[in-house]
């Protein structure tokens, strides 16, 4: 569970020790009360109950914390809050001015926010806070809280963060400071203190420090007894400001909740079951129940997690009396007109049993005849809504997005992923406009690191690329996907004041050249091929371990300055690709009335389409005309694998040994040719990966594991041919284009035909370049883990992979100093990146800040995206969870879900019935890749991973961009999918859809 600390810390009286602030040694199933003369005297020296906290001078939120202050609060107000003590937020400051060096305090640090020398200072400051003991009076009074509670606490203690800037009306920084869970014993207790301290000086928490205006902060500490959690999650009272609408209405109040410890939800690491509950009675207006088949619970080691029976997974975290109490709760929380409030809570005692199995875990609730106990829910924190910080180069108006990048890199990223992403992206985009003739604003900010994750500042691109003529909002992101109609205007409105009188002044020098550039893009994407490859030769044949450091210094920049050419390259046919398929809309907005579409003569596909949009007909009419690119280097992984799948049918042993899951690389097939054809795919395509933009993860080279597990799914089917499922995008072109010749002019069809042919050629150019971008990234990485055995060599104690935690400049500076001590800045940026990634996926797209809550999905047996690639087919659902989904369950003819569809994942295409992402837009490397294939795809489809559960049977749409969810007792025969299996695997799992709670 990670918290935030924020607030600013006044000075007081400093003769008054630090406390722990704690009440009487109670049963942990019961409210906390106020009977401190019970704990042992050596406990009492620094403790006071925590119901005291706030409740005056000496226990204020500018001694204790904002949360500790509010816990208080909620105990004298008769709220349910487990037993807690608190440590006084003065220890921290003791500790920092006694242990830290000069300038090394928060204050300092703050004002160095964002500067090298910060960086460095936090994160020697944090590796001092972990190493140094706590004072030995402190530590004997854990030792007797400890004592004195154990028997009553068999899930342990939960150790908090309560900075004194926590949880106010005017900032938050939910996710920025550290929570540690079942902490049991003195040591453990002594551990968790300083984590939850030494979280404090990580990069992003000191930034929002800076951004809110904080000077200066302290910590406090919470402790409080662990309630056996049955069911937790998290509940919001009411939608924040700017997220109300049709996902969630001002009238309701929104629950997230899952089996066992909360901590999972808010981290965002689960999918949980969303509910939206009326104001008024708590009555269920929508439910998506996730499948929990895993839950975190407090074992005999700590944290672990259990299976969930088969049959609790599927059914409700939150039954009906926990939830009537958590909105009698909720109203409670906002009467006097407060709110809204960000409420965690855990529901203990609803039925008992439900997540040990076979006594897996210490502490679980056996299982017991008779009726479940009566729920209680118990309330853990409650803080006001409010979102962080704006993220860098952004304020209140500008608007955010993911949708197409988050393809390319989803997720968070590595230091060093992110360092050289920005570099590259930033010099890219600029040099692409700058080609245009546009104006880029000094100090625009275009992509910025949000939670670690990659996003583009939609307000500042739209403000540039308005200059050009044609250029709007809905035409790109018509492509790109990730904004609502709303949202589009708001862009429009944003740039409508653009002046495009520098363009026109410039056109006739910029408009020249840029033809003749477009012109010779082939030559030079030719010449720049023959230089990559020298590049890429010479790296190979290079013994790197021989080279002194500063030399592979120099090797990591020229490696990396190579990654800036071929990005701005990819931009420059990315570009061109851009500008033919916009004038091939152009042209098709002429004809469009006298055409009528090949897969549906009978015109049951008007042009305006189910969104009532003619250009959503038309974009989609251009994006078939164009299908069927030979030669097209994202479709040539899935091809191949086809065709090593086609040699493996053929040799039974190696069928058997794959299927037995037998098999880690091709030494592990017998000799013959599947073995020969899967050595010669990776030799191929060994650069490769799924998320292959993160320098951290492995390539197929290294770890063919994910090519061994979409192999194995292949053969589960009738063979396919790849030959086939490329001939059916060509054959569909073919037709729509003989449609038009009926309608059209033949001046009109001659400049159809030229258009189409451009607009392939120019996505085979870009297509051909983002291959080189990965192969490039493959050699940067190569590098990087020379670098890597170079850093472990001189700090022994560091984890392999460290040097993914550095930023480029870092490691260029250490490099050519001959000075690589950065194992402190290595272990700060870790603990980061850790913190990252356990948060929840901000929204695709967001106004401002980051909302912090993420959105239900939509209700409903209909979901709407934006149409990718045509075909109509019916199939079960297999949604991929983040992070390493099991690619060899995916049976053939089952439906791919998916956040984002990565390039690594395109072999598994030709197995699936069709493609389902939620963000991406038609213009999307996958989304052409679909197209190559031949497979209907829906994309940019908000919360489908949590509407959908795999199992689900559905029909999916890809002319329309419509996903239907289907009742299972419909016996409609499903159309035969593209790859020419029956429609729709029948595997195990289905399940009905989850019905609102009654």
Known sequence: MIEAARASQAPDQAAEPCYFLGNDVADPTRIARAESATDPPSVREWLKPLESAGQRRGTSAKRVGGKAASLGRLLRDGFPVPRGWVLDARCFTELVDRQLPRGHDLATLIRLSGTKVGVDRAARARDRILSEPLPETLSTALRALWQAVAPEAPWGLAVRSSATCEDSDETSMAGLATSVLGVRGDAELDAAIRQVWASAFLPRALAYLAHAGVRDVAMGVVLQVMVRAEAAGVLFTAPPPG???????????????????????????VAADTLRIARGGGKVVASAVAQKRRALVVGAAGLEEVAVPAARADRPALGEAALQQLAELAERLEQGGKGPFDVEFAVEGEDPGRLAEDGASEGAPAASEGAPAEPRVWLLQVRPVSGGGFPEGGGADTIWSRANVGEALPGAATPLTWSVARAFSDRGFREAFAALGCRVPRGARLVANVHGRFYLNLTAFMQIAAQVPGLSPRALLGMSGGASDQLIARLAEQSAGVSRRRFYARLPLTGPRLLLRQARLEREVAAYEGEALWAQRALSELDMTLLPDDAIGTTLRSVFLLLERTGTLMLHCASASLASHLALCKALERVAGRRASARSASGEAPLDGPAGRAETNVEHLAQVLAGGVRELDSAGPGIELARVAELVMLDRASRERLLAGEVRGPRDLPE????????????????????????ATPRWREDPAPVIAMLTASLRG???????????????????????????????????????????????????????VTRVLGMLRKVALDIDRRLLRIEPSLLPGSVFFCTYEELVTALSSGRADVGHVVRLRRAEHLRDAARPDPPAT????????????????RLLGLPASPGVVEGRARVLEPGAPSLDAVAPGEVLVARTTDIGLSPLFLVAAAV?????????????????????????????????????????????GVVERLNERDERAAPPSPNGAAGGAQGDGAAPLAAPLE
């Open 846 to 861: 967001f106004i401002g800040r980051p909302p912090p809550v993420v959105l239900p999905p939509a209700s409903g047996v």
């Open 243 to 269: 997220l109300e609408g049709e996902h969630w209405r001002a009238g309701e109040r929104l629950v997230n909740a899952t089996l066992g410890l909360g901590a999972p939800v808010v981290d965002g690491a």
């Open 916 to 960: 389902v992402t939620e963000l991406g837009g038609p213009m999307s490397h996958a989304s052409i890749v679909a197209r190559e294939y031949g497979i209907p795809a829906v994309v940019n489809v908000p919360g489908v991973t949590l509407a959908i559960k795999t199992g689900d049977r559905l029909r999916v749409d890809g002319d329309r």
């Open 672 to 695: 013959g040719p599947a073995r020969d054809a899967l050595a010669r795919f990776l030799e191929a395509y060994g650069d490769r990966a799924v998320r292959e933009a993160e320098l």
């Open 718 to 772: 009738a063979p396919g041919d790849p030959e086939r499922a490329l001939a059916r995008a060509r054959a569909l072109a073919d037709r729509e284009m003989a449609m038009l010749e009926t309608r059209v002019s033949r001046v009109e069809l001659a400049l159809l035909r030229t258009l189409v042919g451009r607009a392939q050629r120019y996505v085979r150019l870009r297509e051909r370049m983002r291959t080189w």
